[in-house]
């Protein structure tokens, strides 16, 4: 008998049949053996329509009361699901973040997990029960109601499956598994039987948001089993793998990419030191986060300091900036929110050489201007146009063979 941790996003739990469905695929786990854990997300477009509520009153809500109100949508789904595997005989009982005991740190809006007490959780195991879980969601020490950012119910289920010491945590979406890229945006895109968890961190770090990073963060941390597969179809999904495998493995496994970013460039500050620090400093201070940093050589006395934040902090940033700038004596403040930043992933990469320049061959073979690079041992990023993310991606997808699985 093994202990299974099953997470059900949004489109696998939008509607009642769908509720019904995801109830008889527990119920058949449970008739099977297993004890399970199963987390839900709230139902497919619900978060999206309660901060849209929240932002008709206020631009900016109060994180705590955002808390409050974003919580809402996953206490839905576990009461229907319980509601639905009860009607099929299935014992189940259903339990808030709060009532479980996800203990998280007191950054709403993006609280981390400290610590979960598992005894409710194992007490309904022992009693034959399956216990559904509200995914996304926490209580701080204060009590106060706190949620994990965007996507984290698949934090909560790998980070349930490793309190519980769980035999596998198995992610369940509207996608049979993880692609060589969003299937969304080409379609070619194949689904990979495994993927080395280091890989997998680097897709979701940069934008491919098929699995949470931080659950990927958590896997990784505490040896869970993670796999990702369909709610509607039957099939293997993609093992998230902690070993390399033995065969050739391909130099590129996956092409990710993030559409949420904008680039504000100092132009011509003094090149001296503090400069750095002078803008990036008050930056952190307003708690944003900054990506990818360029600072140019010095052509004559000033340089230009280039970096990139999310969309959503951008006008603060700039707001910011104004006087930081012209404090400094800089020639210009400018910037740019229609960028997105594309990345080829691969562990290959250490062996090979000549990726990077094949990447951007590719794309000047297309007319892509590339804006800005990084590296990393296994993997290159840039930043282009948003007109051009489509086109970006498939020519690479295409220039990498990607559609076909390796020999
Ligand atoms: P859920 O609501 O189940 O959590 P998400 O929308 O968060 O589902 O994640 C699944 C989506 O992730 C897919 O529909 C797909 O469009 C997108 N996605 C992005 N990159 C990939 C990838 N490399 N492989 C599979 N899906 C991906
Ligand atoms: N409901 C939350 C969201 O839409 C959490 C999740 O689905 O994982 O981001
Ligand atoms: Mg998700």
Do not use: W
């Amino acid at each position: 008998m093994a202990l299974i941790v099953q997470k059900y996003g949004g489109t696998s739990v939008g509607s009642p049949e769908r509720i019904r469905h995801v109830a008889e695929k527990v119920s058949a786990a449970r008739q099977r053996g297993d004890d399970v854990v199963v987390v839900v997300s709230a139902m497919s477009g619900e978060t999206d329509r309660l901060v849209g509520l929240a932002h008709q009153l206020a631009p900016r809500p109060e994180p705590r009361e955002l808390d409050v109100l974003l919580s809402t949508g996953e206490q839905v789904t576990i009461a229907l699901l319980s509601i639905a595997l009860q009607k099929l005989g299935c014992a189940a009982r259903s339990y808030t973040g709060a009532q479980v005991r996800i203990l998280t740190d007191n950054a709403f809006n993006k609280a981390r997990i400290r610590d979960i007490d598992e005894a409710a959780v194992r007490k309904d195991l022992s009693a034959g029960r399956v216990v559904v879980v509200a995914g996304f969601q926490g209580v701080d020490e204060d009590g106060n109601i706190t949620t994990l950012g965007r996507g984290g119910s698949d934090t909560t289920a790998v980070a349930l499956a490793a309190a519980l010491k769980a035999d596998e945590c198995q992610i369940y979406t509207d996608v049979d598994g993880v692609y060589t890229t969003d299937p969304r945006v080409v379609p070619q895109a194949r689904r990979l039987a495994r993927i080395t968890f280091e890989e997998m961190l680097e897709m979701a770090s940069l934008g491919s948001k098929v699995l949470q990073i931080r659950s990927v963060e958590f896997a990784g941390k505490y040896n869970v089993p993670l796999r990702v597969l369909s709610s509607f179809q039957e099939g293997e999904g993609t093992l998230i793998s902690f070993e390399e495998s033995q065969m050739e493995q391909p130099v590129i496994s996956g092409i990710a990419f993030n559409r949420d970013e904008a680039k504000i460039t100092v132009v011509g500050v003094p090149d001296q030191p503090g400069v750095a620090y002078g803008i990036l400093g008050p930056i952190a201070n307003a708690n944003i986060e900054v990506d990818m940093i360029v600072q140019n050589v010095a052509a004559d006395a000033t340089t230009d300091f280039t970096f990139t934040v999310h969309r959503r902090d951008y006008s603060q940033a700039i707001d910011i900036l104004r006087d930081v700038a012209s404090g400094m004596g800089a020639r210009e403040l400018t910037g740019d929110n229609k960028i997105v930043k594309i990345s080829i992933v691969g562990v290959g990469m250490r062996s090979h050489a000549g990726i990077a320049s094949k990447m951007f061959q590719t794309l000047s073979k297309e007319g892509i201007n590339i804006r800005m690079i990084s590296t990393s041992e296994i993997k290159v990023s840039v930043v282009v146009d948003e007109k051009y993310l489509e086109l970006g991606v498939r020519a690479l997808h295409d220039a990498f063979e990607l559609e076909r699985a390796p020999k």
